[in-house]
Nanobody, 119 residues
């Protein structure tokens, strides 16, 4: 079982960047596809991006394609989400989870990390 801890959120202005991290524990991390999801106030949780366990394949929601980049470092048991050109509509709590690639979540949800983008 993989346990996850998200970090790196914050308050930024539109057009700026943030890098989220997801630290994982457990031997299964290196064999797990991983994904990022987000939930904005009053909205359902939605898929953002995912990466295969080798890192060789990635998948993005249309709303973030070209702006966000997911990556992983299996030696550090960490998944990253580089978010560039942030928009106010990216404001949400961001969660990472193990997935069935590309976007079926497997793990229970952690506390997430808040991203707020001001206009």
């Amino acid at each position: 079982q993989v346990q996850l801890q998200e970090s790196g959120g914050g308050l930024v202005q539109a057009g700026e960047s943030l890098r989220l991290s997801c630290a994982a524990s457990g031997r299964a991390f290196g064999r797990s596809a991983m994904g990022w999801f987000r939930q904005a106030p009053g909205k359902e949780r939605e898929f953002v991006a995912s990466i295969s366990w080798t890192g060789g394949s990635t998948y993005y929601a249309d709303s973030v394609k070209g702006r966000f980049t997911i990556s992983r470092d299996n030696a550090k048991n960490t998944v990253y989400l580089q978010m560039n050109s942030l928009k106010p509509e990216d404001t949400a709590v961001y969660y990472c989870t193990a997935v069935i690639f590309p976007k079926i979540s497997l793990s229970s949800w952690g506390q997430g990390t808040q991203v707020t983008v001001s206009s």
